[in-house]
C-alpha cells in the first residue's frame, strides 16, 4: 500500500466509525433521554415551575397549606395528604419497581409529581387529565412542586401506608 492509500483508509474507517456512534446515539437514546425516573424533578419532564407568590392562604386546605410550607422551606421526607386535579399523564417508570407517574395541580396552584408504585398497589385506571385524585403519602421538596410517593402500603412494615383514592376507590 502506498501512504496515500494507507491514510485513505485510516480516514474511511473514522469516518465509518463515526457515522456508527451517531447513528446509535439517534437511534437508541439513553433511558434517562425516553423516561425520567418515578422521582424526577418536574423540570426534568417538562413541567413550568410551580409559583406560590400569589395563593391566597384563606383558600387552600390544611393538606394544601402544610405543602406550601414544605415547598417554601424545602423539607422532604413528610407524611402529607392532599388532593388535586390531574394535569398531565406520564409513562410509567418500569426502572426498578414500577410506578404509575402523573402530575396533579393542587387548588393552591402547587404541582406535584405522584410516583405511584405499581408493583405494591393497583394502578389508577382509567385515569384521565382532569380528574381528581386524594393522597396520603410521603413528600419530597424540588424545586418545581415536589413529588408524592408512598401511596401504598410496605409490605416489611417499617414505612407509613399511603393510599391514593379515585373515583370514590
Known amino acids: 500500500m502506498t501512504p496515500r492509500t494507507d491514510s485513505l483508509n485510516r480516514i474511511l474507517i473514522l469516518c465509518i466509525a463515526l457515522f456508527a456512534v451517531v ?25 413550568t415551575e410551580t409559583d406560590l407568590t400569589e395563593i391566597d392562604p384563606t383558600q387552600i386546605s390544611s393538606g394544601d397549606a402544610q405543602l ?11 407524611q402529607v395528604q392532599g388532593e388535586g386535579e390531574v394535569i398531565k399523564l406520564l409513562a410509567d417508570d418500569n426502572e426498578g419497581s414500577r410506578h404509575q407517574r402523573f402530575i396533579i395541580r393542587l387548588a393552591s396552584g402547587q404541582t406535584l409529581l405522584i410516583a405511584h408504585n405499581i408493583d405494591l398497589a393497583p394502578r389508577l385506571a382509567p ?13 419530597e421538596w424540588n424545586p418545581k412542586g415536589g413529588v408524592i410517593h408512598w401511596t401504598h402500603a410496605d409490605p416489611k412494615g417499617h414505612h407509613p401506608e399511603g393510599w391514593l383514592k379515585y373515583k370514590d376507590r
Not at 68 to 78: C, D, G, I, T, V
Open 23 to 47: 447513528w446509535t446515539w439517534h437511534r437508541y437514546p439513553s433511558q434517562e433521554q425516553t423516561a425520567p425516573p418515578a422521582h424526577a424533578s418536574l423540570a426534568e419532564i417538562g413541567q
Open 68 to 78: 406550601a410550607r414544605a415547598f417554601a422551606n424545602r423539607q422532604s421526607q413528610l
Open 127 to 139: 385515569l384521565n387529565i382532569g380528574d381528581w385524585v386524594s393522597f396520603y403519602g410521603q413528600y
